[in-house]
């Protein structure tokens, strides 16, 4: 199994604060996968690593084997990354966005390049920082593309779109991956997209992995526990809780289930992929209002 | 990456392109009017021969050619700014790119980070270095007929010619872009670059440049007028300092000055002034620095100029290739 992508401890600090931390993943080739974790995650910071903008400050990274840093002139070439930005030249036209394209890559597929502006309607004597968000992040996904990558890596590229938008861009990615079967790590929010064109899913939290692998494993592992009010210690001394939620009377816990759940007072009941996000997603949020609320008392305090 | 280079640029390189034009046409008409002038008032030929025809008969006529271009020439103190603006030109296109993370489509295409700095930023200081090139030469032909008369020592003249006007094309360059990487804000950063290169250029002009040598000394005779100058310094020769000094030789500041001649009534009067200084046989001092030193203060100062804008160049690659992801 080649290994499209490989990071082992990896860590990243700005100034002093870890925007990733301890970060050990395998991306298998071939996989569509997806990234997801609450904003301020890591995700980006794991994406900039992988493409080489960013330098770890600890452990390493490989894509196909090699430092995105230090055998650049190698990994560039097979690495397509599409930002959260979508960063182009604005004052360039998209004939001449796609003609730097050429410039800059060995094997350009001008063809391709040419082909997808023409169906999408895209005209090409206009400016690049005229055009529309939807077409503009089409333009930034094209110079991607057209470099025939073998690791596909886009940072929230959907964020700002309309949802026509979003599926277009999405169309043109799928597209691509059906007729390349290149692999693509995708990060986004937008949690029903990602159930639909992705087969592997990397889950982000705290600055940590919380689960990575294949999307079909996913679902199966986890249970929604709604039971009478409770603390949820006796089941998490067997199984891991990933969310909890407490009315009055009632109690509902998501947990990554290790084996059966066999206490009665619960009510196990199977769960969807987007309440498993979410639940993480909101856990993340959690954790993030209780760091800060501890920090506030630490400083009232001091 | 050359075509993106120059596409990026082009804008830019055609907006100096006009500028060049016109300042290059004014200082054409105006640099032929001079010249034709100077050789057609026999200047040229008055100052070559000894000094005291100099005093007699080519004073005069330097005179009226200052009375006529002399304006000119202090109206170019203000292309002092040129390698400043010209640097603005050359560099924004890249202040943009930081400012819009345009860098980061290019370092993710098969180009890596090294060659794209070498390329861009390669690209802009070798346009500098062009450019410093063309604005000595030109500059050095117009001040001409200034120079052969006030020699080129002084700041006026100084500035423009040799090999300084380079140097300072390049820190210009070097400091702007430094700004660009660091503040990631196009305006702000054209901002800071000039906020930090007027006060670079005048203290080392005024601080620094008078000290690059030991000025020399020399003092009036006692027994009267020397030719061309009371104390003997020549007219390309750049006077540092000046004042008086008694018979001992020890020189006398402001305030010894006005014990020694206290101004009467209070009311200023130039001429009792300088009868009294006479009277007590004070004499004049000027410290200077010779014109034969004129390359040697161009080496030096090109050399500060140079080193600097080399760390600059170092800070912002490293900035660059570190910072900026």
């Given at each position: 199994?080649t ?24 991306l ?6 997806a ?6 995650a ?8 992988a ?17 995105p ?13 599409v930002?959260?930005?979508?960063p182009?030249y ?13 410039m ?8 391709y390049a ?7 309607g895209?005209?090409l004597?206009?400016k690049?920082g ?7 992040s ?6 991607a ?17 309309d ?11 799928m597209?691509?991956?059906a ?5 693509v790590?995708?990060?986004s929010?937008?949690v029903?997209?990602l ?9 982000m ?5 919380q689960?990575a ?5 996913f679902g ?6 709604v039971?009478?009010r ?18 009055d ?9 290790n ?18 996000v979410?639940g993480y ?5 959690r ?14 305090s001091? | ?19 060049l034009?016109?300042?290059g ?6 640099g ?9 008032m ?6 070559t021969?000894t000094?005291?025809?100099t005093?007699f008969?080519?004073l ?6 200052f ?20 640097a ?7 202040l ?19 060659r ?32 052969a ?9 100084f500035?423009?010619q040799?090999?300084?006007?380079i ?11 430094a ?13 800071a ?5 007027l ?8 601080k620094?440049r008078p000290?690059?040598?030991e ?6 005779l ?10 003997g310094?020549?007219?390309h020769?750049w ?19 006005l014990?020694?001649?206290?101004p009467?009534?209070?009311a200023?009067?130039?001429a ?11 004499l004049?001092y ?25 760390g600059?160049?170092?800070l ?10």
């Open positions: 199994m290994l499209a992508l490989h990071a082992d401890h990896l860590g990243k600090r700005y100034g002093r604060t870890w925007a990733l931390r301890d970060c050990t993943l395998d298998p080739a071939g996989r569509v996968a990234l997801i974790g609450p904003n301020g890591g995700q980006s910071t794991l994406l900039n690593l493409v080489g903008l960013a330098d770890p400050s600890a452990g390493t990274v490989a894509v196909f084997g090699l430092s840093r230090g055998d650049a002139a190698a990994v560039l070439p097979k690495i397509g990354f930002g959260q930005d979508r182009l604005p004052g360039l036209t998209v004939a001449e966005t796609m003609r730097a394209g050429l800059l890559n060995p094997r350009w597929d001008a063809d040419a082909d997808r502006m023409r169906r999408l895209i005209p004597d206009r690049v005229k055009l529309s968000g939807g077409q503009h089409q333009v930034a996904l094209v110079m593309l057209a470099k025939r990558p073998e690791l596909m890596i886009l940072d929230e590229p959907v964020a700002a779109l949802p026509l938008a979003r599926r277009e861009f999405l169309q043109t990615l597209e691509a991956v007729a390349d079967g290149m692999t790590l995708l990060s929010h937008i029903g997209d159930e639909r064109i992705c087969d592997h899913l990397i889950l939290a705290e600055g940590e992995v689960f692998g294949e999307l079909d494993r199966t592992s986890y249970r929604l526990l039971g009478p409770a603390e949820p210690a006796r089941v998490a001394r067997v199984h891991h809780v990933v969310h909890e939620r407490h009315t009377r009632q109690t509902t816990l998501l947990v990554r289930a084996g059966h759940v066999y206490d009665a007072c619960w009510d196990v009941r199977e769960v969807g992929f987007e309440e498993i979410l997603l909101d856990r993340g949020r954790d993030a209002a209780q760091a800060w609320d501890a920090r506030a008392r630490e400083e009232a001091a | 990456m050359i075509w993106l280079t120059w596409r990026l640029h082009r804008t830019e390189t055609l907006l100096g392109t006009a500028l034009t016109i300042i046409l004014f200082l054409t008409i105006t032929l009017r001079m010249t034709s002038a100077y050789r057609e026999g200047i040229a030929s008055c100052f021969g000094q005291a025809d005093v008969t080519c005069p006529l330097s005179s009226a050619f009375n006529r271009f002399g304006q000119l020439d202090s109206m170019v103190a203000w292309l002092n700014f040129l390698p400043v603006v010209l603005m030109l050359l560099a924004t296109p890249l943009n790119e930081f400012e819009h993370g345009s860098f980061r489509m290019t370092w993710t295409q098969s180009i890596t980070r090294a794209w700095v070498a390329y861009r930023i390669g690209a802009v200081m070798v346009m500098a270095l062009l450019l410093g090139l063309l604005w000595r030469t030109v500059m050095t032909w117009w001040m001409g007929p200034f120079s008369q006030r020699g080129r020592m002084e700041a006026d003249y500035s423009f040799g090999t300084v006007p140097a300072y094309m390049l820190v210009s360059v070097a400091l702007v872009l700004a660009g990487a660091i503040l990631r804000r196009t305006i702000p950063a054209l901002a670059a000039l906020v930090v290169y006060p670079l250029r005048l203290g080392i002009e005024f620094l000290h690059y040598r000025p020399l000394t020399a003092i009036e006692a027994d009267g007028v020397r030719a061309g100058s009371t104390t310094v020549g007219l020769d006077v540092v300092t000046s004042g008086w000094v008694d018979q001992l030789g020890n020189r006398l500041t402001e305030t010894d000055i014990r020694l001649c206290p009467d009534g209070g200023p009067n130039p009792g002034l300088d009868a009294c200084i006479r009277a007590r046989g004070l004049r000027e410290e200077y620095q010779p014109a034969d030193r004129f390359w040697q203060f161009q080496l030096i100062e090109t050399a500060i100029y140079l080193s600097l804008a080399a600059l160049i170092a912002t690659v490293w900035w660059i290739t570190r910072k900026l992801a």
